[in-house]
T-cell receptor, first 113, second 116 residues
Framework: NAGVTQTPKFRVLKTGQSMTLLCAQD?????MYWYRQDPGMGLRLIHY???????AKGEVPDGYNVSRLKKQNFLLGLESAAPSQTSVYFC????????????FGPGTRLTVT | QQQVKQSPQSLIVQKGGISIINCAYE??????FPWYQQFPGKGPALLIA?????SEKKEGRFTISFNKSAKQFSLHIMDSQPGDSATYFC???????????????FGQGTTLQVKP
């Protein structure tokens, strides 16, 4: 039981390049989330999904897109990376949504130069 | 109104001491308040959580105190140990009408160092 896994662990992009971060969970959770973590700002929700085929915007969605084609996977895309997107990205999943524990992946450290 | 303000930003405590981290919120629609613990290089993990219908919840050395009228809640770590050294985040669950999204608003984080 791997829990929540994220691919890749590290990535360096040049401004304007695109990439996709993959999150996978093996707990059959309905709810999945993408956060970014920046020093002094805590974790901020980018996008989330309440089930397969659904996505919704969080606090800071600009510059990101997501897809949830399969229940176990949640993809975060950056179409044209900017230095402001340099951050550590965490994916999380939850069984019950509101009031439920969120299980976090190990994170992806992204640097945009 | 959607913010959760956390203090202090960093905290140094001697082994055996009490660590106290405070959070304040404005939105009275928040109705679930978890604390997450994060070790360096790892993702956050749920430590303890409380709902506003109780004023205190204790799990081992960790206690949440909740003051609904003041819109404040705090984490107390009794008998702090070096292994407690980590970053702690408070959070609040946004409930939008009847929707069940599980969206969390996190505080800014507190880095705790427990000296041996």
């Amino acid at each position: 039981n791997a829990g929540v896994t994220q691919t890749p662990k590290f990535r360096v992009l040049k401004t304007g390049q695109s990439m996709t971060l993959l999150c996978a969970q093996d707990m059959n959770h309905e709810y999945m989330y993408w956060y970014r973590q920046d020093p002094g700002m805590g974790l901020r929700l980018i996008h989330y999904s309440v089930g397969e085929g659904t996505t919704a915007k969080g606090e800071v969605p600009d510059g990101y897109n997501v897809s949830r084609l399969k229940k176990q996977n949640f993809l975060l895309g950056l179409e044209s990376a900017a230095p402001s997107q340099t951050s550590v990205y965490f994916c999380a999943s939850s069984h019950t949504g509101t009031g439920g524990e969120q299980y976090f992946g190990p994170g992806t450290r992204l640097t945009v130069t | 109104q959607q913010q959760v303000k956390q203090s202090p930003q960093s905290l140094i405590v001697q082994k055996g001491g009490i660590s106290i981290i405070n959070c304040a919120y404005e939105n009275t629609a928040f109705d679930y308040f978890p604390w997450y613990q994060q070790f360096p290089g790892k993702g956050p993990a749920l430590l303890i959580a409380i709902r506003p219908d109780v004023s205190e919840k204790k799990e081992g050395r960790f206690t949440i105190s909740f003051n609904k009228s003041a819109k404040q809640f705090s984490l107390h770590i009794m008998d702090s140990q070096p292994g407690d050294s980590a970053t702690y985040f408070c959070a609040a669950d946004i409930r939008a009408g009847s929707s069940n999204t599980g969206k969390l608003i996190f505080g800014q984080g507190t880095t705790l160092q427990v000296k041996p």
